[in-house]
């Protein structure tokens, strides 16, 4: 393993959340979502802020994505939910963050295979796995883990591993986000020269 890094999950990229919400067969559109101080001031229609989100409904739920500016945010809702309901509103904001993350994923190994480099996508129960290399010796891992994104590369010489990285981490966190890694023996041995471009940001 070169190197290993942990980071806050947040949703960035206006492309992936449709193509997300797209992927669960739901159609979404652009909206304004309110928040009022209490009750009473939702019951007169007074709110005390307005933000610009991406919105769909799925049986009888609603997915809010809320635009912070550099990140969404998302709830899954319900008019008066009742404890069960909470825990699949729960179970469907986790599919849509997994499905947010694949397509992440997805983007990553387009831009690499357009680089000439060969991939392979593996799912697991927490994460993903993009395979690559000769024979699909070298991986990128991202799990996700209590509200946190873990990636770590391995079988990638030198500082090379941090071109696959840094895309995937604009996808999955705003530029404030702390980014905290771990470098390995991997990450300082000398490059063998087969990975002379792995992803190009540009």
Not at 42 to 59: C, D, F, Q, T, W
Request: charged share 25%; glycine share 6%.
């Amino acid at each position: 393993m070169s190197h290993c890094t942990s980071f806050k999950f947040q949703y960035t990229d206006r492309i992936l959340i449709t193509q997300a919400f797209s992927n669960l067969g739901l159609k979404c559109k652009d909206s304004v979502v309110y928040s009022y101080d209490s009750g009473y001031a939702k019951s007169l229609g007074i709110a005390s802020e307005e933000r610009p989100a991406i919105v769909a409904e799925s049986n009888g739920f609603n997915y809010f994505m809320e635009d912070f500016g550099n990140h969404y945010e998302l709830s899954v809702e319900k008019h008066n939910m009742s404890s069960s309901e909470e825990r699949i509103a729960t179970r469907m904001g986790k599919e849509f963050q997994k499905q947010y993350v694949k397509c992440a994923a997805q983007q990553v190994i387009k831009q690499m295979e357009q680089n000439g480099h060969s991939c392979l996508l593996a799912e697991n129960s927490d994460g993903f796995e993009i395979k690559f290399g000769t024979v699909y010796e070298k991986s990128l891992l991202v799990k996700l883990q209590n509200g946190r994104v873990i990636e770590s590369v391995s079988g990638v010489k030198g500082q090379f591993c941090q071109s696959i990285t840094e895309a995937l981490e604009n996808m999955l966190s705003s530029a404030d986000v702390e980014l905290n890694t771990e470098w390995t023996e991997e990450y300082y041995a000398p490059d063998d020269g087969s990975m002379l471009k792995i992803y190009d940001l540009g």
